[in-house]
Structure formats: structure tokens, C-alpha cells
């Protein structure tokens, strides 16, 4: 009898195991990092699932890639000394997808934070090639700009501005698709969409082949910047 008993408390440890790997999706894992774009918030406490992965994200700054299991996760982003989670109610809900890259970006000001999850492209490129992936998170620019879209032009280091944006009308809180481009060392400018009204040029950026990245434009108060976050390479 006693062997029966312990049999049948195996299987519902076994049973209850399985069901546990269903609910994190299964075993497989994803990585999720968080960029705080919001220039008036103080370094905040970054949480999944309770658990704290950084305790003072400061503005312009990203946790790098953590590794979590997939399927659903609690996400948290609070100031210091409170538990009021300011993430966005749409996006406290995690859901990874197993062997996937995610960036979450919470941008705008205290008074309406608002934030983008992005799947991020982990194909290498081709050739001698990069990819690169632009995201407006200039909250400001409605405010100092007719509105809150921009042209973006990429261009080799030390050219004119001219001819067709590589990307158009990019508005706030959006991402461009990724872009095969060439390595080598490049400006990139913001502008008033329609016209090569600069509102920003960043340094030369130099990138090397088989690297992809995203650039992300940001309005800390009073100017523009922008950070290049390293997705692959």
C-alpha cells in the first residue's frame, strides 16, 4: 500500500512539473531588455516577476539582454521608495516568445508615460552588410516641431544632405523596419518631415559588417541625442 501511495504522489509532482513548464512556455527561454527614454523620471527599479534585474535605470540608459523563460511574465518599472508600477497597463503583461529578442522602451514625460515593445532581428546580415532599425522616442518634438513625425536620412559620414529619406514621416513612439545598408561609418539626421529642417545629426557612427542595431532618438529637456542599442554583433 505504501508503494502505491508513493507512486501515485510521484505522478502528481510529475503532473504538476509538466503543467508548471506549460505555463513558462514550455522551457524555452527569451531575452527582454528595457531602455528608460523618459527624460523627467528619476533611475528606477526594474522588475520581472517581482524579482528586480535593475535598481536604478537611469534616463538613456537599457538594462542589456536578460535571459528569461518564455511565455508570461509580470513587468514592473517603479520609482524609487514606491511600489506603483508606471509601466503602461498594456505592457505589464509580458508574453515571450521561446529564442526570441525583445526591447521594451517606456518613453514620453511623468505626466504621460506611454512605451513600444519591439521584437528585435537576431538573421545576420549578409555580405558585407548591417542592419539598422531607427525608433523615435522624442517626446518633445510635438511640442518644439510642427509634429511628432521626423524624416530620417542615413548617410555616408561627410555627405550633403539630399535626395529621398531613408525613412519617412517616422512618427513618436514608432520603429522603422530594419535596413540592409553597407558597413562603414555614417551620419544620421532627424528632420521636419518634407524638408532637411535638421532638428539633430549624430556624431559619425561607424558599424561593422554582420552587426545589427537600433538607434533610438530621444529628447532629453531642452535638446536632442540619441542612443545606438546592439541587437546582434
Do not use: W
Amino acid at each position: 500500500m505504501l508503494s502505491r501511495v508513493m507512486r501515485f504522489g510521484v505522478g502528481l509532482l510529475c503532473s504538476a512539473a509538466t503543467l508548471s513548464a506549460i505555463g513558462c512556455g514550455g522551457g524555452g527561454s527569451a531575452k527582454f531588455r528595457v531602455l528608460q527614454a523618459v527624460p523627467n523620471e528619476p533611475n528606477l527599479n526594474v522588475l520581472i516577476d517581482s524579482t528586480s534585474i535593475n535598481s536604478a535605470l537611469a534616463f538613456e540608459a537599457d538594462t542589456g539582454y536578460q535571459t528569461e523563460k518564455s511565455g508570461s511574465h509580470q513587468f514592473a518599472m517603479e520609482q524609487p521608495g514606491s511600489t506603483t508600477n508606471i509601466v503602461p497597463s498594456g505592457n505589464q503583461t509580458l508574453n515571450l516568445t521561446s529564442n526570441s529578442q525583445n526591447t521594451f522602451i517606456l518613453t514620453g514625460y511623468s505626466s504621460s508615460i506611454s512605451g513600444m515593445l519591439l521584437s528585435d532581428d537576431t538573421t545576420a546580415p549578409t555580405n558585407s552588410e548591417i542592419n539598422l532599425r531607427i525608433v523615435n522616442a522624442a517626446a518633445s518634438l510635438g511640442t518644439t516641431a510642427p509634429g511628432d513625425e521626423v524624416d530620417v536620412y542615413v548617410v555616408a559620414s561627410g555627405t550633403a544632405l539630399s535626395g529621398t529619406p531613408t525613412v519617412s514621416a517616422l512618427a513618436f513612439n514608432s520603429a522603422s523596419d530594419y535596413q540592409s545598408i553597407a558597413a562603414g561609418t555614417y551620419q544620421i539626421y532627424f528632420t521636419e518631415p518634407g524638408t532637411t529642417l535638421t532638428y539633430y545629426s549624430t556624431p559619425p557612427i561607424t558599424f561593422t559588417a554582420g552587426q545589427n542595431r537600433t538607434v533610438v532618438f530621444l529628447s532629453p529637456l531642452g535638446f536632442f541625442t540619441t542612443t545606438t542599442l546592439n541587437d546582434l554583433n
